[in-house]
């Protein structure tokens, strides 16, 4: 199935794309953001998470996670972008395991046709995670101007490390448990005035279903 999206600032190691500039970064010792080439690393798409997003300059994200990739939780609010949350590893690039995350449709719909080539491969490579290569960049326009979307490719699987273990990159609080998103009210019977031969009640309309 494919995945319903199209810095984090929470004390995690994490990297990071700017589609804007086309960069890639990590979290520095001091906390800070340093620029680093286009990596290659292992992706957790085993447990990756879809969901809400709102990142806010300076303050920890907003996250309404999805229950499950195909069972998308309700848009929380204004400002909330469709994204994804995933772990990734590259000691070479990120220091070790470091959280991928992000809410830009371009990264997001990237990340998407490389899941879609990870779900034709996994059943030839039971118990494996494939490591991804950012191989370049694609200049795209929108109405936000000129923005970039990452290209990625499988350059082989391997054994999961044991630095990367295999639990969901969010946290239970941050998973939507609700009702779905959308469920049609109940419609209220109409009663008729009275008669001398009161005629049938119509019934009410059923509930709508809702190298690294």
């Known amino acids: 199935m494919s995945l319903n999206i199209g810095g984090t600032g929470n004390g995690k190691p994490y ?18 953001d340093v620029e680093i080439q286009r990596p290659t690393f292992v992706v957790d798409f085993d447990n990756i998470a879809t969901g809400w997003l709102l990142f806010r300059e300076g303050q920890a994200p907003e996250r309404v996670m999805d229950a499950s990739i195909d069972k998308a939780a309700p848009l929380p609010g204004e400002g909330f972008k469709r994204g994804f949350v995933v772990m990734a590893f590259s000691p070479k690039f990120f220091g070790g395991a470091a959280e991928f995350a992000s809410a830009s449709i371009h990264l997001s719909n990237a990340i998407k046709d ?3 080539q990870y779900e034709v491969d996994k059943a030839a490579n039971p ?24 290209t990625f490719a ?3 699987w391997i054994d ?22 959308t469920q049609a009210k109940p419609q209220a019977a109409h009663v ?18 809702a190298v690294f």
């Open 160 to 181: 999961r490390p044991a630095e990367l273990p295999s639990v969901s990159p969010v946290a239970a609080a941050d998973v939507w448990q609700g009702p779905p998103a």
């Open 114 to 116: 490389v899941y879609a």
């Open 127 to 150: 118990g494996k995670l494939p490591v991804i290569s950012c191989t370049g960049s694609q200049a795209m326009k929108d109405r936000y101007g000129t923005n970039y979307r990452p």
């Open 192 to 209: 008729p005035p009275p008669t001398a031969k009161p005629a049938p009640q119509p019934a009410a309309d059923p509930l709508a279903e």
């Open 15 to 32: 990297c990071k794309y700017n589609a804007k500039a086309d960069k890639w970064f990590v979290r520095g010792p001091d906390s800070e």
């Open 154 to 156: 499988i350059v082989k």
